[in-house]
């Protein structure tokens, strides 16, 4: 509840709040007379913040002035785990139970910096901090960073003006940055330094004149953030299907670049069959799909050709997690599933299955693998074996505001 009083009142400010209004769903009452407007706030993920505004308030046409307050975030609980009916089951099967655990898998370097970044911009700066879109596509990740109290908004013209903005490890396109400068917002980038190469690469392909073929899935917002670098150049290509039917202006002068997070081999169908129609198109300086996807396909690949059933830790708006679901497939495994939570494990996944493979996609914190390994161990897969195909140092730099020693690294890149 917040209260305004007639005596701290500076101007001609009315009221809002996102939650808060007669559309939001929110709560308000004018207190006795009109000289105090006290508001409770009911949507907890949409802390209130009170800004100039041209009209009445919930029928009310003369109302009371209000001093703009930010209204401090109301903290959400700690995320809630679906919790299972029914324990899963030992059902003995023809062989020996066990697991094949991917390694590397989880928490890439540009997730890491990313989720950091949130962190101690509240640290610093107190919440709320609003991000654009989610910091990374994980369910858990963002529950707890707005337990926290971040505010997750999907355009910046939702952020109180002023007030600090994280641009979500996708990256943003140019016009999203000039929005939040518009507006006056402490803009925070924790775009991944993978993600602002590509971008980088679209915008020196669109000055030379070239036409761009951005093979990845179009309504990303990696996809839409570099494609809003150079739009005039740029042409999504969203899968192997539509390298066919895809037109250019002038085949002898187009390049390929790429999505950070798509299934490799997939892609190089797609680029294969653009070949075949346009026998001049260029390559990337650099691959685009980056070091923590291939490494993650490789390490499942090698899990899944022993595998009976494969379980991938991630979430379905993640796509690396979900292109590990389908390289796991196609790899050998007989099945494979992606959960957020260990709790999603069906019985009935088990059956007739002795090896389980399960890896995690790349913005997944490693104690949601440790909590599969523990129901599975309940259900008699008790002997776990790392199988390991590349060892991960790589370690990103906050972005500036956030830096509080020399280095600037997130100095935490492990898995948690
Ligand atoms: S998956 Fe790759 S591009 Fe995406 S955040 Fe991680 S390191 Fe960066």
């Not at 701290?8 to 007669?22: K, Q």
């Not at 002898?252 to 346009?278: G, H, I, K, P, Y």
């Amino acid at each position: 509840m917040v209260s305004f009083s007639r005596d701290t009142d500076v101007g001609a400010w009315l009221l809002e709040s996102r939650g808060c209004t007669e559309s939001g769903g929110g709560a308000w009452s004018a207190g006795s007379g009109r000289n105090v407007v006290m508001v409770s706030f009911r949507r907890r993920r949409h802390p209130g913040h009170l800004q100039r505004r041209d009209r009445s308030i919930g029928g009310v046409s003369n109302p009371v002035m209000a001093v703009p307050v930010l209204v401090p975030t109301p903290r959400v609980p700690a995320p809630r785990r679906p919790v299972r009916a029914e324990p899963l089951q030992d059902i003995p099967t023809s062989g020996h139970k066990r697991v094949l655990v991917a390694a590397p898998r989880g928490y890439c370097a540009g997730v890491d910096r990313a989720v950091l970044a949130v962190q101690k911009a509240l640290e610093r700066f107190g919440a709320p901090v609003y991000v654009r879109k989610q910091i990374v596509h994980n369910v858990h990740v963002v529950t707890e960073l707005e337990a926290a109290g971040a505010v997750f908004v999907d355009e910046v013209d939702e952020v109180p003006e002023g007030a600090h903005v994280v641009f979500s490890a996708h990256g943003v396109a140019p016009a999203v940055v000039q929005a939040a400068a518009d507006r006056g917002l402490q803009a925070i980038d924790a775009t991944c330094p993978l993600v602002t190469k590509v971008h980088r690469e679209a915008v020196r392909f669109a000055r030379g004149g070239r036409e761009i073929l951005l093979i990845g899935h179009a309504r990303h917002e990696e996809i839409e953030g570099i494609t809003g670098e150079a739009p005039e150049h740029v042409t999504v290509v969203d899968s192997p299907a539509a390298a066919d039917t895809v037109q250019v202006r002038d085949p002898a002068n187009v390049v390929w670049l790429s999505q950070t997070t798509l299934s490799v081999d997939e892609t190089m169908q797609t680029v294969r069959r653009l070949r075949e129609r346009f026998p001049l198109l260029a390559d990337p300086p650099t691959d685009d799909i980056c070091y923590a996807t291939q490494n993650r396909q490789v390490a499942i690949k090698k899990v899944a050709a022993d595998a009976d059933l494969v379980i991938v830790v991630g979430s379905a708006n993640s796509s690396n997690s979900m292109r590990l679901v389908e390289v796991a497939r196609a790899g050998g495994a007989r099945a494979a599933q992606r959960v957020d939570y260990a709790d999603e494990i069906r019985q009935e996944w088990l059956d007739g299955v002795t090896t389980v493979g399960v890896t995690s996609g790349a913005s997944v914190p490693e104690v949601l693998v440790r909590e599969v390994l523990a129901q599975l161990a309940e259900a008699g897969y008790r002997d776990v074996e790392e199988v390991h195909t590349a060892q991960e140092d790589l370690v990103f730099a906050l972005p500036k505001q956030l830096r509080d020693d020399a280095d600037g690294v997130s100095g935490r890149g492990g898995r948690r």
